[in-house]
């Protein structure tokens, strides 16, 4: 939403957005692919314990860190970057449970514990990955909206195939049962966590922003939200937003102190 108010509000100096006399404003748009995974099921589990009145229950999520293309390890020669799980372990009704009447209300309480991992991965920040301004279209304040352009290339279509299979030899060395993968892309982006359309850089012609989040074109104007990340890793991006935004925050109440506003 930072980006379109910008590219709403271009001026004469600014024909092409505010603040971006590079042109870069818009571009390199990234997210998070999350299109491969897979899930099995845990017999042995069913003689835990289970609350009272049986039924559904869920503990907390789990997450698998990323193990592909790490430092001082050998590249992972199918795809650059890498990815890691986000997982959950639920027990549900056993709606499949056979007979009926008395024997089917007890069968279908009878504990079937899941788990299924789902990979995030890195997508690479490309040119050709943006957003513009939607000529035909407006919000309910007659203001344009924005226009994705989005798209996987190899590299993503490689880490999706590769969550799905090494997802499947995880689960099978846990041992679990009935195990079910999947690796196909889905549309742009179902996974969320956008980023990367204001980035950051040190060369003004190259990018919208310093490493402050300050934009290079005008000193009191700051971008502080996951659009200036010049890069997008696997992990959930909040706490590098709030990282990056306090460090921000720093550095304006320095600049205010040496009265440079």
């Known amino acids: 939403e930072s980006v379109r108010i910008l590219l709403n509000s271009a001026t004469r ?8 006399s590079s042109a870069v404003l818009g571009h390199y748009l ?24 049986g039924g559904p229950h ?24 890498g990815y890691g799980y986000e997982g959950e372990s639920h027990t549900g009704f056993q709606w499949g449970a056979p007979g009926f009447g008395e024997a089917y209300k007890k069968g279908v309480l009878e504990p079937r514990t899941t788990i299924e991992i789902t990979g995030f991965g890195e997508v690479l920040p490309r040119w050709e990955n943006f957003v513009e ?3 035909h279209v407006q919000d309910i304040y007659g203001i ?12 993503e279509r490689a880490m999706i195939q590769d969550m799905g299979d090494s997802a499947g030899e995880m689960l ?28 950051m850089g040190s060369d003004p012609k190259k990018s919208v922003l310093n490493q402050f989040q300050q934009t290079h074109d005008i000193k009191n104007l700051f971008v502080m939200d996951a659009s200036s990340f010049a890069a ?28 440079t506003f």
């Open 13 to 20: 100096e600014y024909p092409k957005g505010l603040a971006n």
């Open 30 to 53: 990234t997210a998070h692919v999350r299109s491969g995974g897979g899930s099995g099921e845990f017999p042995s589990f069913a003689s835990k314990s289970a609350p009272e009145g």
């Open 58 to 81: 869920k503990p907390m999520g789990i997450y698998i860190a990323r193990f592909r293309n790490l430092p001082n390890t050998p590249p992972y020669k199918k795809f650059l970057r």
């Open 133 to 135: 301004l939607d000529s």
């Open 144 to 155: 344009p909206v924005l226009k994705i352009h989005m798209s996987d290339n190899e590299n």
């Open 172 to 199: 099978e060395a846990a041992g679990a049962k009935n195990i079910r993968t999947y690796a196909h892309p889905s549309a742009p982006r179902w996974a969320m966590h956008e980023a990367g359309i204001a980035r």
């Open 232 to 259: 997008n890793p696997c992990q959930n991006p909040t706490l590098t937003i709030m990282a990056l935004c306090v460090r921000s925050c720093d550095y304006l109440i320095s600049e205010f102190k040496r009265n």
